[in-house]
């Protein structure tokens, strides 16, 4: 059996805090396009009221997605990359993210369901600050399908 | 957003995406799966070609709200479901994103929105919907 419900209620943890610092925010904001000065100024970004330069509104996926690949490398769960799809996301932001944030993140699954040969995984990433204060939930569910469609 | 009525318009954004894109975002993000950079892998799982990666597209969304929002951290919810690939040729015109956005609802200090995502006729984004703070 790939994947059962035993996998409900697991949960898995960044290896080790992420650092988030000016250079992946100028990155993330450079790759998406986003040109506001908030993500690559600090002054601009402290004008607005913002403690540092400031996160793209997507960027909390690079901290979840760090919980994540401890799911997917998790050796009893068997997950193969090129059968999954990522079918929903949601970010429910506390607060925006700045640089400067030393953030820790959770992966919880939440359910496991079965329909048409596909596995819906959908999970829940809870992304705290240094201090353990809530930042952002992070919502995705994942379709699994096997490859001869059969077993998920 | 604070003037705003339920059933506004909010400014259509346009945003070009190309296979340099695909690849920029592969690295910032950490997600290399082939499927967003080789022909060969993309059609060997059965897709028309490369695609982009469903959260760059939802990030062009994100793009959108900021705009509209005036700063990217008033934007406290955001959800999408991926329905339609976004299909990103090898050439140098790439393909068109439009994002629309409609006020759905004014809750105390929040605009809810709806968006809706298309590349061509296609919507590639399904139940979109975001809430953006209107405190400054």
């Known amino acids: ?152 | 957003m604070g003037s705003l009525a339920r059933g506004d318009q909010l400014p259509t954004q346009t945003y070009r995406v190309t296979r340099a894109d695909l690849i920029a975002y592969a690295g910032a993000s950490d997600d290399h799966n082939p499927i967003h950079w080789s022909d060969r892998v993309a059609a060997s799982v059965g897709l028309p070609g490369v695609i982009a990666h469903g959260m760059f597209t939802m990030a062009l969304g994100g793009r959108a709200l900021s705009t509209w929002a005036g700063d990217a951290g008033r934007v406290r919810d955001y959800g999408v479901r991926f329905t339609r690939p976004v299909v990103v040729p090898d050439d140098d015109e790439g393909v068109e994103v439009v994002v629309e956005g409609v006020v759905d609802e004014i809750v105390d200090g929040a605009v809810r929105v709806d968006l809706t995502v298309r590349c061509g006729a296609v919507t590639v984004l399904g139940r979109a919907r975001a809430s953006v703070s209107t405190d400054a």
């Open chain 1, 1 to 152: 059996m790939a994947l059962d419900a035993d996998l409900t209620g697991r949960s898995y943890d960044l290896k080790a805090p992420y650092d988030v610092s000016r250079i992946d925010i100028a990155r993330f904001a450079a790759a998406v396009g986003e040109a506001d000065p908030v993500h690559t100024d600090a002054a601009v970004a402290r004008e607005r009221g913002h403690r540092d330069v400031l996160a793209p509104v997507t960027f909390p996926i690079v901290v979840a997605s760090g919980a994540m690949h401890q799911l997917l490398a998790d050796p009893s769960v068997e997950i193969e990359l090129r059968h999954l799809v990522h079918s929903a996301q949601r970010f429910e932001s506390a607060r925006a993210i700045c640089a400067g944030d030393v953030l820790s993140a959770r992966l919880t699954v939440e359910s496991v369901r079965r329909a048409a040969g596909t596995n819906l995984i959908a999970t829940r990433t809870e992304i705290t600050d240094a201090d353990g204060a809530h930042v952002c939930i992070s919502h995705a569910t994942l379709a699994h399908r096997s490859p001869d469609g059969t077993d998920g």
